[in-house]
């Protein structure tokens, strides 16, 4: 069983709506910050999004501010991408992935999800 697992992605219109999920299969789920990533082909993997062990802690990358929002459950072991206002350049590979500390940088991380493909075309 993966240890962290992204649902939700979908083909969507410029203007919509849509959130994605990712699911942490053990119970160490509230240890760790969380993040979302995304990768286009031939492309390196972006900073999207970043929580801290609580809701409270939220980072964003510069061209998802005021669209996105990231959250968690911890009591569910969840986290969530809600995508608000999409853009055909939002179209990606989105991850899900754990670190211990704050950080934005991909190469930090050793724990990933599968992806979930985000399309955003009219």
């Known amino acids: 069983q993966a240890l962290l697992k992204e649902t939700g992605g979908g083909l969507v219109q410029p203007g919509d709506s849509l959130t994605l999920s990712c699911e942490h299969s053990d119970h160490l789920f509230g240890a760790y910050f969380m993040g979302w990533f995304r990768q286009t082909p031939g492309k390196e993997r972006e900073f999207v999004a970043l929580i801290g062990w609580y809701s409270g802690n939220t980072y964003y990358g510069d061209s998802v501010k005021g669209r996105f929002t990231i959250s968690r459950d911890n009591a569910k072991k969840s986290m969530y991408l809600q995508m608000t206002g999409l853009r055909q350049e939002d179209t990606a590979v989105y991850y899900c992935?754990?670190?211990?500390?704050?950080?934005?940088?991909?190469?930090?991380?050793?724990?990933w999800g599968q992806g979930t493909q985000v399309t955003v075309s009219s």
């Open positions: 992935a754990r670190i211990r500390y704050h950080s934005e940088n991909p190469a930090d991380y050793d724990t």
